[in-house]
Nanobody
């Protein structure tokens, strides 16, 4: 089993930046793609960004495109999400995801592994 542990969340003001980290452990060589999702109160979990270990196959949700950058550090088994120009509507619990077969994780259905999440709160 692959374990995912997120960190880096917190309370920031609108316009500020945060970098989320997700460290993977276990048989990470079995993972094909990684991703970030988020879930705001009362809403469904939604896709944010995805990447593979080599740093390719990057895709972003329209709501974060141009403001967020996903990246990996293969040596550290870590995937990052750099978030700039944060808005109050970015407030959510952010989850790291990993999948063994898909080259990119664009939906949350059938994802193999999830982290427990890290809370991001953006005040106006």
């Amino acid at each position: 089993q692959v374990q995912l542990v997120e960190s880096g969340g917190g309370l920031v003001q609108a316009g500020e930046s945060l970098r989320l980290s997700c460290v993977a452990s276990g048989p990470t060589f079995t993972v094909a793609a990684l991703g970030w999702f988020r879930q705001a109160p009362g809403k469904e979990r939604e896709f944010v960004a995805t990447i593979n270990w080599s740093g390719h196959n990057t895709y972003y949700a329209d709501s974060v495109k141009g403001r967020c950058t996903i990246s990996t550090d293969f040596a550290k088994n870590t995937v990052y999400l750099q978030m700039n120009s944060l808005k109050p509507e970015d407030t959510a619990v952010y989850y790291c995801a990993a999948d063994r077969t898909r080259p990119a994780i664009l939906s949350n259905g059938g994802v193999d592994y999830w982290g427990k999440g890290t809370l991001v709160t953006v005040s106006s």
